[in-house]
């Protein structure tokens, strides 16, 4: 046990420390403090200098030595006189179990840096989902972090960064431990189509990926699915918050769907006249049709620019992909080429039936043996944003705020957290804290984090590529974590090759 | 120019009933009357000629007659397994009749070393068209070998290519489809000039995404489900092709075999009294004579029994009046009075699809392959072992073992034995 440090001031959730000669204590930083009972963890979260000298000594002594008066001047028993102090919080107090600390440590008690042991507590559950390593500062400890997706996904995740701070590789990360458990299904919004590995490594890489895992795209890879939508399976409930209509504009929707069901969007772009619904409301209908689905008619044949949407085929993705979440599997949706609306109408159609799906199973009591299902939405302000839900709630928000009570959750991505609305973050029980350099955005994170992060800007701040906080009502602690690089993890694990037998 | 004809799904053997029995024939025997007539060079039958891999033999004598009869016209068959007339324990009445000389099976292929599968393309001596396939499978194995599927050498091969396949097609799966197996579009060779479909018991043509997928539905049917869309208007049939070195035209065949009568009565919020006389009253308006009846009964009754409402009477008083066969179907009749239907489905096959998803926790067992789905299906497969029939003459001894090696087959446990 090497002593880095010694506490010699402080107040609950500001300890003070002074750093040992020769040990370096970093920003964020996990320190030990031993008693006969048990241990305490502190978390370090600034760092400041210390002197025994007067500060006016102290400038006297540097300016003698940059003006060139102080040749051979040197401090006596320097390590007494200059020194670091650590200023840090009690995270965890260990006795028998791991408890938020309601004593301070002994003044004068030693300090030591975390080890693997003092963690044992953070145990692997039974429906793990992995995050990376626990990092006290930049050192890491091999000591995995997981979540427990049964209970971590339907209370909904909240990975907030800018850009270039490893999101992505978070979320593959994630992924790839779900994935083959069949524990939970995770529907994936794909806008950039970087999960899959259509170019690189990818969660086409994981050894279950042949049962756990399905993609679907308008241009599919040999083997995996094309996205395509039948139109007729199109509600307009489907639209809401996700294309903004008029009053007018809706009951026309409304009076479409009255006559025709389920071909309501062919009869608009037919231009059949209905009874109470004006030509210009058609108009407006039949454009937004074609510019927010890229959906139009073209010698009497209903076209869709973007391929999703097609009047033949695909009368069963929707349930399909439906079916293989409620079955666990990891379903990736490429939208990458059909524009947002498209992405989110799809997203909505899915989510929608499975919230009616789960909705059904409470209601005659079967919910408890369904496995959870989660939706991982990037660029999330999209559809959870203030300005998004003024106009009424979409299908994506209604989860946010009730999907726990029917196991269904989020994983939101996004850039902006200042934008979601307070009521919507506070129901986001997991936040994955990557590096940030907006003090707006950190604020936002810090006010509606699980454990009390006000001290932790700056450590948020100097969060580096793949550094995160994991802050969640599910772990003992805001865990600081190392995330693997996602390709290094692929490496790790090499495909086995099952051999199969021909009968013709 | 050439012709082809594109069957499937035609269920040789399928119903209980002796008179659905025959129609089922009946159709396979027009269709092949037909193609007779329109001179075919060759019938491609894409799986399920068959309801069993073997089938009832007076039935199946029938059908090899016919088949007879359009081989001496020099029409040659081309043919895939299904997904019930494929055994992975038996000889399937399929190998019996390539073995004879009256089909030829399409799906010739080896797994090489690399892992892929390499079929190999099956000549038309007349017309030069290339075949190949891959069969269908009870337990979607089938969606492995396509998984591993060779496609660029099939798809360098030049000349008029013919696919044949049994399984759902991903993109066009029908919703009532939506939970089984099937496998994308991506899966399959490009640049066939014809996939011949089965599996799908309605007919479809799809070329939205650069393949000519079809299938054109069963003839008759197997199911109740069938004949209701039967009733309902839809059209049975098969394709004729015409082709040179591309396809020229594809033309349905449309093939009826009897007409139909459908009775559907709502029954929610009525009591079984008012079910009983409703219905009574309903059969005295309709013409059943030389028709198909089919009788749909659904709904939450506010009271009696389901029991209650005699439907053999109404059965009778139909038959009575010369229907050719009456089929009742009240399987989502309930009582709010008595809760006697547990479980409801759309054929016997959802039914049993549901019972096991219903009751797989509660047996306790270690072993996963026991639990959840692969329980599930196992449960099923081992059902459909356990359903088979004696065969008319086979010994009760012989039946016995037969069944056993079977189900311990399918449970995988032969080492225990």
């Known amino acids: 046990m090497t002593v880095c440090g010694q506490i010699v001031d402080g107040q609950v959730g500001k300890i003070l420390i002074r750093e040992k000669s020769g040990e370096k204590i970093e920003l964020g930083d996990l320190l030990v403090i031993d008693n006969s009972k048990g241990y305490t963890i502190i978390q370090i979260y600034d760092l400041l200098y210390g002197s025994q000298i007067s500060k006016l000594a102290r400038e006297q002594i540097a ?39 309601k004593t301070l440590p002994d003044l004068f008690g030693t300090v030591r840096h975390v080890e693997k042991k003092d963690l044992q507590f953070l145990s692997k559950p039974e429906t793990p989902i992995y995050l990376g390593k626990v990092r006290s500062g930049s050192k890491i400890i091999d000591v995995p972090v997981y979540l427990n997706a049964s209970e971590a996904l339907v209370h909904h995740i909240l990975i907030p960064s800018t850009t270039g701070r490893g999101k992505s ?39 279950k990926a042949k049962d756990g895992l399905l993609y679907y795209s308008v241009n599919p890879l040999p083997g995996t699915n094309t996205l395509v ?64 689905l890229s959906v139009y008619l073209e010698d009497d044949k209903i076209v869709c620019k973007n391929r999703v ?24 949706i490429d939208t990458s080429k059909i524009g947002d609306e498209a992405e989110l109408l799809i997203g909505s159609m899915i989510a929608n039936d499975v919230f009616a799906k789960y909705q059904n199973f409470k209601a005659e009591g079967t919910l408890s043996e369904k496995l959870p299902i989660s939706i991982v939405i990037e660029e999330a302000p999209r559809v959870l944003a203030s300005e998004k839900l003024t106009v009424g709630d979409n299908i994506y928000s209604k989860i946010a705020r009730e999907g726990r009570k029917f196991k269904i959750g989020l994983v939101a991505v996004t850039q902006l957290t200042s934008v979601i609305p307070r009521d919507v973050l506070t129901n986001i029980n997991t936040k994955i804290i990557l590096g940030n350099e907006m003090a707006t955005e950190r604020h936002a994170i810090i006010d509606s984090a699980a454990q009390d992060l006000a001290d932790d800007d700056k450590t948020i701040a100097s969060l580096d590529k793949g550094e995160a906080i994991v802050t969640s009502v599910f772990t003992k602690f805001a865990i600081p974590i190392q995330i693997p690089l996602f390709d290094e993890l692929v490496e790790e694990q090499k495909r086995s090759k099952e051999q199969l037998e021909y009968t013709g | 120019m050439y012709r082809f004809a594109h069957l499937s799904d035609i269920h040789i053997g399928a119903f209980r009933y002796p008179l659905l029995q025959k129609l089922v024939l009946k159709a396979f025997e027009k269709a092949i009357d037909v193609c007779i007539k329109m001179r075919v060079d060759f019938i491609v039958v894409s799986g ?60 010739k292929g080896k797994i090489k070393e690399e892992g892929k599968l390499e079929l190999e393309f099956h000549t038309d001596e007349w017309t030069k068209a290339k075949l190949c396939g891959i069969s269908g499978r009870r337990r979607g194995i089938e969606k492995e070998y396509f998984k591993i599927l060779n496609r660029e050498n099939l798809e360098r091969e030049d000349g008029f290519k013919i696919f044949v396949f049994h399984g759902p097609i991903s993109e066009y799966k029908p919703e009532y489809l939506a939970e089984a197996e099937s496998v994308p579009l991506s899966t399959l060779p490009k640049g066939f000039n014809y996939y011949a479909g089965g599996h799908i018991h309605e007919k479809f043509l799809g070329e939205e995404f650069g393949y000519n997928i079809a299938y054109p539905g069963t003839l008759f049917g197997a199911d109740y489900r069938d004949l209701e869309k039967n009733a309902k208007g839809q059209e049975r049939g098969f394709f004729i092709v015409t082709f040179s070195d591309k396809v020229e035209n594809i033309e349905f065949v449309p093939i009826s075999v009897c007409n139909y009568e459908m009775i559907e009565y709502d029954a929610n919020g009525k009591d079984a009294n008012s079910v009983q006389s409703d219905l009574l009253e309903i059969v005295s308006h309709v013409e059943p004579a030389d028709k198909l009846v089919l009788v749909k009964v659904a709904g939450e009754m506010s009271g009696g029994k389901t029991s209650d409402i005699d439907f ?103 080492e225990v034995f």
């Open chain 1, 229 to 292: 939508i039948n139109l007729k399976t199109i509600l307009p409930d489907h639209l809401d918050g996700i294309i903004q209509l008029t009053e007018a504009q809706k009951q026309a929707v409304g009076r479409y769907y009255a006559e025709f069901e389920n071909e309501w969007i062919e009869n608009i772009l037919r231009g059949e006249r209905i009874e109470g619904v004006k030509n210009v409301t058609l108009g407006v209908l039949q454009r937004i049709i074609k510019t927010k």
């Open chain 2, 312 to 414: 053999q009477r109404i059965k009778r008083i139909l038959k009575d009046r010369k229907a050719l066969e009456v089929l009742l179907n009240y399987q989502r009749l309930t009582s709010k009075e008595y809760a006697a239907i547990k479980v409801a489905g759309k054929d016997i096959h959802e039914i049993e699809e549901r019972l096991f998803k219903e009751n797989i926790g509660i047996v306790k067992v270690s072993d996963p392959k026991l639990k959840s789905e692969s329980g599930i299906k196992l449960s099923r497969e081992l059902l459909n072992v356990l359903k088979e029939a004696k065969k008319e003459n086979e010994a009760k001894s012989s039946y016995e073992s037969r069944i056993v090696s079977q189900a311990i087959d399918t449970l995988g446990i032969k």
């Open chain 1, 169 to 207: 590789n978070l979320v593959k990360v994630m992924l790839w431990s779900i994935l083959g458990q069949d524990k939970a299904g995770v529907l994936v919004l794909d806008a950039h189509d970087e999960y899959y590995g259509r170019t690189g490594k990818g969660l086409k890489d994981h050894p």
């Open chain 2, 48 to 107: 399920d000629l068959f309801d069993s891999n073997i089938p009832d033999m007076t039935l199946a004598n029938s059908a090899v007659i016919k088949i007879r009869e359009a081989r001496d016209k020099a029409i040659r068959f081309y043919v895939v397994y299904g997904s019930h007339d494929f055994s992975p324990t038996q000889t399937s009445i399929v190998d019996l009749l390539e073995s004879a000389g009256l089909f030829k099976k399409v799906t």
């Open chain 1, 309 to 332: 949407f097609n009047n033949t085929a695909g009368k069963s993705t929707i349930m399909e992909i439906v079916n293989k979440l409620e079955k666990g599997k990891v379903v990736i």
């Open chain 1, 63 to 101: 300016g003698l030595k940059l003006e060139g008066l102080g040749t051979g001047l040197e401090f006596f028993e320097p390590q007494l006189r200059n020194y670091i102090l650590a200023q840090g919080k009690a995270v965890l107090h260990i006795t028998n179990k791991p408890q938020v600390p």
